[in-house]
């Protein structure tokens, strides 16, 4: 079924008739003299799976934070749901748009991190409900039982007034999954979000990621997982030195590779 | 025995002032510490340094001259000079002398919660304030308890300068005690005084470190 959706994203333009969730363009950043970007583009559609996989240090993790502001571009521009977030200007600097403004577009989407970043004064449950309640202003009766079935879903109910510190790692990311659904975004970023994790828990993650892509969530995952981008992904992205090499439907890209680059870097992980 | 019961009476006198100055002190230089420990991490470079200048000079001299620059100094600096009676002057200068200690303490606690629970924060939505508010400020309260609890058992202490603007404190009072009776007794019962305060401190801090290690990973 995934394959089917597999129509070329990379290189469509108006043909695709599928909503553009983003759209990123020629994006450059450099960190003092390292260039870590290097005019990255990516078209992402709704309800497509996008795995982003590369070396370390090949700029897809700070693609990916470029998106939700983490991260400012130095030139480029981010359209997020037809609306824009950063413009080039004539002379080539990004503009960004109000604060404000950058902070509501930004909500369309959730993040979830390697390192998890729960807050660890607040249980399991707070953690899930603290943003619709001081961001989205719900009351605590309405959040609740929201809370209780997106915990309900990634498996860790029992767990709702455990201080994460009691969880292991596994649990840990599940929670910051349910987190960030609990905010309705249409889209969801995960940067390595199993990279932390011991073998034996890096299952239960990607068990709820898959789930999550068979809901139809549109999802930019930066993995070294290629199991997961193989079965999972429609389509993977290959970065090097802060330029995408290579984006093609997932069955294609792994059966055949088109650059040397990734073919190195395919065999090196397999 | 009797004698020393005797002393309780003007000794409990002098704990009121003792214990008005610590608790009006820590009251003001609390929000005052916070806020200049803000304002020494903002991004505003003109005010980081301002409050920078601020706490070298609070804790670069001592607080008795501070102390006595208000009283006896302050109601001849033009613009701002005002002539305060002695408790208020005293108030004073300890409340903006701890708020630099205090300062220092919030803005290390404040630096050292991780980058990722601000990141993981703005991702959510929350803006500076909030998560400031929900996440941050929480956090920073747990580090800071031992270094706050060193900081106002200290306090206690200071308070004792009080004398030289003859205020009639526990150590005054006993000193003044001292010198009627030709004994010393009324110094180990201010010994004792002290040490009942810095006792109930301890265990008050040891019991909010309690309350606050239940999330400890």
Not at chain 1, 147 to 174: C, F, H, I, T
């Amino acid at each position: 079924m995934p394959n089917s959706m597999n129509n070329g994203a990379a290189g469509g333009l108006s043909t695709d008739a599928r909503e553009v969730m983003i759209e990123a363009r020629e994006i450059t950043k450099s960190f003092g003299d390292l260039r870590v970007l290097d005019g990255v583009s990516l078209s992402l559609h709704k309800g497509e799976v996008v795995a982003v996989i590369g070396p370390s240090g090949s700029g897809k993790s700070t693609f990916l934070r470029c998106l939700n502001h983490l991260e400012i571009i130095d030139s480029g521009s981010i359209i997020i749901e037809g609306e824009a977030m950063a413009t080039t200007l004539p002379d080539g600097g990004a503009h960004y748009v109000s604060d404000s403004e950058v902070r509501r577009i930004c909500r369309k989407m959730g993040m979830v991190f390697q390192s998890f970043n729960l807050f660890p004064h607040m249980t399991v449950l707070e953690n899930v409900i603290e943003a619709p309640m001081t961001v989205k202003k719900l009351p605590r009766n309405v959040i609740v039982p929201k809370a209780e079935a997106l915990l309900e879903k990634v498996g860790l109910r029992a767990k709702r007034d455990n201080y994460p510190g009691r969880l292991s790692g596994g649990q840990k990311q599940r929670v910051a999954i349910a987190r960030a659904l609990a905010m309705e975004p249409d889209i969801m970023l995960f940067d390595e979000p199993t990279s932390a994790l011991d073998p034996e828990l890096t299952g239960e993650v990607l068990r709820t990621m898959r789930q999550l892509a068979e809901e139809r969530m549109t999802m930019l995952v930066v993995t070294h997982e290629m199991g997961f981008a193989r079965e999972v992904a429609h389509r993977v992205i290959f970065m090097d030195n802060g330029r995408i090499v290579e984006s093609a439907p997932s069955s294609e890209f792994f059966r055949s590779p088109k650059h040397e680059r990734t073919r190195a870097f395919l065999g090196q992980m397999l | 025995m009797d004698y020393v019961l005797s002393l309780i009476g003007p000794m409990a006198e002098g704990a009121k002032v003792t214990l008005s100055l610590f608790f009006i002190t820590l009251i003001l230089s609390v929000p005052l510490g916070l806020v200049l420990a803000l304002a020494r991490i903002s991004k505003w470079r003109t005010l980081s340094a301002a409050v920078n200048g601020y706490i070298w000079l609070m804790r670069g001299t001592p607080l008795m001259l501070q102390l006595l620059f208000v009283y006896f100094a302050l109601p001849f600096v033009p613009l701002i000079g005002v002539r305060l009676p002695d408790f208020p002057a005293a108030i004073v200068a300890f409340a903006l002398n701890y708020a630099a200690y205090f300062a220092e303490i919030f803005r290390a606690g404040i630096q050292s919660v991780d980058r990722g629970q601000y990141e993981g924060s703005k991702v959510l939505g929350m803006n500076y304030l909030q998560t400031l508010r929900r996440i941050v400020l929480p956090q920073m309260v747990r580090r800071v308890l031992p270094p706050m609890s060193n900081e106002t058992i200290t306090l206690v202490k200071d308070t004792s300068l009080i004398y030289v603007l003859a205020l009639n404190d526990i150590l005054r009072t006993a000193r003044g005690i001292v010198q009627r009776d030709f004994t010393t007794t009324p110094f180990l019962v201010a010994a004792i005084f002290y040490l009942v305060m810095t006792l109930v401190l301890t265990w008050f801090f040891q019991r909010l470190e309690k309350r606050y290690a239940k999330f400890d990973e």
